[in-house]
């Protein structure tokens, strides 16, 4: 997406070693794979998805788009009991507010990023792993999906890692405030119908389902959707006036990009537009 970057080199898909990553054709995928553990995250797994998500639109290959999932029967359970809740009861207050500083900045890494954000849930996301859910741009859910936000449940805040700023603006104060202090499980279709998740298939539909979706928004003009979901986040915390100003001076600007002129020339010669993401 850009040419901008510093002396550090980009890190080879082949060196992420807490998921699985691989990059064709525009499209990203990254798959966390501890399926014996319902791919529970761990200090690492963290730690490379903050990573990731930020050197991504920085990689010469043109991402487009990212699609995240889980291997075998869960998308993610959340943290991994032994590995985190058990270990963080070693740190001191220091150490507890290095962790989840990390854990808020993954969230943040995935909302920052100008990459549409496809999340394929292929079964329970519970805890963090329901967060990463709400911090992607579309979640397209298996009819065996379920949704957990279990934080309190455990005896911790139902707010964490950004999920009591995200949620209500998905699903509205009344069902946020419900789902965050009560941590029941949600079934996929109760998701979709609050309007938590984009669309939800059967569960062998679900890859295939993910890659049309992902190859659309990574073949689209991938300029005006970054735009489009940059603004989306920053206006979340503006008053009209702010939010018309700056959405008429991004508009303004877009009118200069080669998409936007190419899709006139497209529409005089009846031809579909060349997008190029610029």
């Keep these: 997406m850009t040419r901008f970057r510093a002396s550090a080199p980009i890190t080879p898909d082949a060196l992420w070693r807490h998921f699985d990553l691989s990059v064709a054709d525009g499209v990203a995928t990254i798959t966390l794979n501890r399926p014996d553990k319902l791919n529970a995250l761990t200090f690492e797994a963290y730690a490379d998805l903050r990573d990731l998500f930020a050197e991504l639109p920085y990689r010469e290959d043109d ?8 291997e075998g029967r869960g998308f993610c359970s959340g943290g991994d009991v032994e590995e985190i809740i058990g270990e963080l009861r070693k740190l001191d207050a220091s150490g507890l507010l290095a962790f989840t500083r990390m854990t808020g900045a993954t969230v943040k890494a995935m909302r ?8 394929a849930i292929n079964g329970v996301a519970a805890g963090a792993g329901s967060v990463l859910a709400l911090a992607s741009d579309f979640r397209l859910l298996a009819r065996s999906a379920k949704f957990a936000f279990l934080f309190t449940r455990v005896g911790l805040a139902g ?10 603006r998905i699903v509205g104060l009344g069902r ?4 965050l202090m009560l941590g029941d499980k949600l079934d996929a279709e109760t998701a979709v119908r609050i309007g938590l998740a984009s669309e939800l298939v059967e569960d062998e539909e679900l890859p295939e389902r993910a890659r049309a979706l992902a190859r659309r928004l990574a073949d689209g003009p991938a300029f005006a959707y970054a735009t489009t979901k940059s603004l989306i986040a920053k206006e979340q915390d503006m ?3 702010g939010a018309i100003e700056l959405e008429a001076m991004t508009q303004a600007l877009l009118m200069t990009s080669h998409d936007h002129h190419e899709f ?6 009846g031809r579909r537009p060349d997008w190029k993401g610029r």
């Design 239 to 241: 008053d009209l006036a």
């Design 264 to 269: 006139l020339d497209a529409w005089r010669e």
């Design 176 to 179: 946020a405030t419900e789902l």
């Design 159 to 168: 707010a964490d890692m950004g999920s009591a700023y995200l949620l209500p």
């Design 112 to 119: 920052e990023c100008p990459l549409p954000i496809v999340a």
């Design 63 to 70: 991402v487009r788009v990212v699609v995240l999932t889980g």
